[in-house]
């Protein structure tokens, strides 16, 4: 016995099938492996623009946690954003320390945040969460900017 579906219903759910599997790829958090995105280099004199912006935007501001649609804890860490959510604004959950206080990487929670030492982090999650952490190089360019006193450049 041999059944005929009608065209109709294989292009209907052909669409249903290919909407239905658009979707789930938007929804996942899927990232680009952060050696395509960011180049390892240690930079010495960083800029927030050129150089720690586009670590907060690969490595932070993801799908899941601090962008605007998501802002965990509150903290927004797109571009054009970023700059004012953390630079002398306290966190939430720092041991009453701003995010980034300038001229002090000891004194930055986001900076503690990144570091491997769980002490360091009072035993908190080491950022990004679940994910691949800043290099050493990376966590390096972002002290350099706090010690020059994290200028908006």
Excluded: K
């Amino acid at each position: 016995m041999h059944i005929t579906i009608p065209m109709t219903r294989n292009r209907t759910a052909a669409i249903a099938f290919g909407i239905a599997a658009v979707v789930a790829v938007a929804c996942t958090d899927f990232e680009a492996p952060e050696a395509l995105v960011l180049p390892d280099v240690l930079v010495v004199n960083p800029s927030f623009e050129r150089d720690i912006q586009p670590i907060l935007t690969a490595r932070c501001a993801t799908a899941s946690c601090h962008n605007l649609a998501t802002q965990q804890l509150g903290l927004n860490l797109q571009a054009g954003y970023a700059y004012d959510e953390i630079v002398n604004v306290e966190s939430p959950s720092s041991h009453d320390m701003p995010y980034i206080h300038p001229f002090e990487p000891d004194s930055s929670w986001l900076v503690r945040m990144v570091q491997a030492d769980p002490a360091r982090r009072f035993f908190v999650e080491r950022m990004p969460l679940g994910r691949t952490p800043l290099t050493d190089n990376q966590i390096a360019t972002l002290i350099n900017w706090v010690n020059a006193g994290a200028p908006r450049n």
